[in-house]
């Protein structure tokens, strides 16, 4: 993977969204997806950056990662899902919860983990935070490489799990 990555955020949410102003401030090409249509104050954040606001059935890639921040007991649909895209099937993916490890999905793919350390119920996740957090990255070898080269290029610190 370049320093530079096309990179799909699934969650328009407050860590989607801070995550995909992260990955842009430091170079990445942004798309976000959000599978329901976002309130007017997250459309109005992104008016105007060159985050790519997707809120379609399903966004189309090319992409060189994917990463999920929807609800922990959303993860292994919306991950059945966007592992269903044809241009996504062998992108490495990873999720941002603290609660669940790696993912098996339908077909046999496993989604990895790459979370900011810190609660997510937390009322400041802001991208300052993202910027100073470090990243737990756990899941098979190729994930595990490719989002800790996508963490230390934004700055921040990867951290990988016990067992890698």
Same mark, same amino acid.
Do not use: Y
């Given at each position: 993977?370049?320093s530079?990555?096309r /990179? /799909?955020?699934?969650?328009?949410? !407050?860590?989607?969204t801070?995550? +995909?102003?992260?990955?842009q401030?430091?170079?990445h090409?942004v798309?976000?997806?959000? %599978?329901q &249509?976002?309130?007017? @104050?997250?459309?109005? +954040?992104?008016e105007?950056?060159p985050?790519?606001l997707?809120?379609?059935?399903?966004?189309?890639?090319?992409f060189?990662l994917?990463l999920?921040?929807?609800? @922990?007991g959303?993860?292994? *649909?919306?991950a *059945?899902?966007?592992?269903?895209?044809s241009s996504?099937?062998?992108?490495?993916m990873?999720?941002t919860?603290?609660?669940?490890g790696?993912?098996? /999905? !339908?077909?046999?793919?496993?989604?990895g983990?790459?979370?900011p350390a810190?609660a997510?119920p937390? %009322?400041?996740?802001?991208?300052?935070?993202?910027q100073?957090a470090?990243?737990?990255i756990d899941? &098979? @070898?190729t994930t595990r490489?490719a989002f800790v080269? /996508?963490?230390d290029?934004w700055?921040?610190?990867?951290v990988?799990a %016990?067992?890698a």
């Amino acid at each position: 993977m370049s320093s530079t990555s096309r /990179l /799909l955020i699934v969650g328009a949410g !407050k860590v989607g969204t801070n995550l +995909a102003r992260l990955a842009q401030s430091q170079g990445h090409t942004v798309t976000l997806w959000n %599978p329901q &249509p976002l309130p007017i @104050d997250v459309q109005g +954040a992104l008016e105007g950056s060159p985050i790519a606001l997707v809120q379609k059935r399903e966004a189309t890639g090319p992409f060189d990662l994917v990463l999920l921040a929807v609800s @922990d007991g959303a993860q292994a *649909d919306v991950a *059945d899902l966007v592992d269903r895209w044809s241009s996504t099937s062998e992108v490495p993916m990873a999720h941002t919860s603290g609660s669940l490890g790696p993912i098996e /999905l !339908k077909s046999g793919r496993v989604v990895g983990v790459c979370h900011p350390a810190f609660a997510f119920p937390t %009322p400041n996740i802001t991208l300052e935070r993202l910027q100073t957090a470090a990243f737990l990255i756990d899941g &098979p @070898d190729t994930t595990r490489t490719a989002f800790v080269n /996508l963490i230390d290029s934004w700055g921040t610190t990867a951290v990988e799990a %016990p067992g890698a």
